[in-house]
């Protein structure tokens, strides 16, 4: 059987995502669709809105046929680690291609841009070292690198889709055997729309519109409507556990959460108790050097006491763990599980709790926000969708 992978956070599951199910069985000709699902934290710094047990449930009730979870050190990150870690578990699976939404316009060689990624790696180093403005983000230096090195590429500021395939498409030319890379131009809403117009909406107007107690309906598969009303949580109901973590830390304890540089540990020790919510402290922490989304990721790792130490141990020691899948799915797994080069786990116990310890710590404060949410991993097993 061929599989064909897709790299997904599903933030809520919906009609987009369908759509790109669909789309990615139909390009690639493959047999199984396997999605590498972002666990409970996200790549923009924040809990997901339902439980990744819910949200791969959704997944295989609208096409995919495997679930694997992405890992806490891989989907709290920035795009190269997220890429790094999604196109790692996906080559450990034996996927023959990926595909992935593009908001390029234009078409673009991704495999093409990966491959020159990986010949010329020294003089893109060489030209990033020679940008000295201390203003610049590490995006910012790299978008005017590519700028003379590789005129071909062309970045606005607003093509969250496309970088995330750039990214993909750096790390999967460093295999041997790269998969065959499948871009699919989105459709409907952009990536940051607000508004409902359409039958296929953006995760971040969904995301609003849910907030508001409004109705979804129309955006989103019955299961996801579903799920949905029976809880969601967002930022606001961890805040009270971050403004506690940071209230009682040193500064001594701070400096060793991962991604702390530069004297952040000062100004989240200085704002903590000016702030009236979540939105309200992350305004106040933010610079021009540090974004938004780069401030949440850091909070997150404050709220799961991640230090630098753990996250890079833990990039070590990766697997995969299945969340679900149906019955191609399962035929899938017995075909071609002797060939998966990382260990596959279909249960968490004291074994599993020992080897990843962020991945059950993370679950455990997430499951913190609200009553609802059930136990994550102890006495779970994977979905099995008839």
């Known amino acids: 059987m061929k599989a064909c992978g897709i790299i997904v956070e599903y933030n809520p599951f919906h009609n987009g995502h369908k759509y790109h199910v669909e789309q990615a069985r139909k390009l690639s000709g493959a047999e199984v669709v396997v999605a590498v699902m972002s666990g409970n934290f996200l790549q923009r710094g924040e809990p997901a809105i339902i439980d990744k047990w819910l949200r791969a449930q959704e997944a295989l009730q609208n096409g995919v046929d495997l679930v694997v979870e992405l890992p806490i050190q891989w989907s709290l990150q920035s795009a190269d680690y997220f890429a790094r870690g999604g196109i790692l578990l996906l080559q450990a699976l034996q996927c023959e291609s990926y595909c992935f939404g593009t908001d390029a316009g234009d ?53 969250p889709n496309h970088i995330l395939g750039l990214s993909y498409a750096q790390e999967n030319a460093h295999y041997p055997r790269p998969m065959r890379g499948l871009p699919l131009t989105r459709i409907g809403a952009g990536y940051h729309t607000t508004e409902l117009t359409s039958t296929i909406a953006s995760a971040t107007a969904i995301r609003q519109v849910v907030y508001q107690e ?14 949905l009303r029976q809880y969601h949580v967002s930022w606001e109901n961890y805040w009270d556990f971050l403004k506690y973590r940071i209230v009682t830390s040193s500064i001594e304890d701070l400096q060793k959460i991962y991604q702390m540089v ?10 903590v108790h000016q702030a009236t919510n979540f939105a309200e402290f992350v305004q106040l922490i933010k610079t021009k050097r540090y974004t938004q989304t780069r401030i949440q990721r850091l909070l997150c790792y404050v709220l799961l006491n991640l230090t630098k130490e753990e996250v890079e141990k833990a990039w070590q020691t990766n697997y995969l763990h299945v969340l679900g899948f149906t019955e191609n799915g399962q035929q899938y797994l017995k075909e071609q599980k002797k060939n998966f080069s990382l260990p596959l786990v279909s249960k968490i116990g004291k074994v599993e709790e020992e080897k990843y310890p962020l991945a059950i710590r993370s679950d455990q404060v997430y499951q913190m926000g609200k009553p609802q949410i059930v136990e994550q991993n102890f006495g779970k097993f994977p979905i099995r969708l008839s």
């Open 262 to 271: 530069e004297g952040l540990e000062y100004r989240l020790k200085a704002f």
């Open 107 to 159: 078409h673009f060689d991704y495999q093409a841009f990966g491959q020159f990624v990986v010949d010329n790696q020294n003089v893109i180093n060489d030209s990033f070292q020679q940008l000295s403005d201390p203003t610049l983000t590490y995006a910012q230096k790299m978008t005017e690198v590519f700028r003379q090195i590789y005129p071909e590429l062309v970045l606005t500021g607003n093509q």
């Open 214 to 227: 409004r109705s979804i309906a129309d955006v989103v598969p019955k299961q996801t409507a579903h799920d």
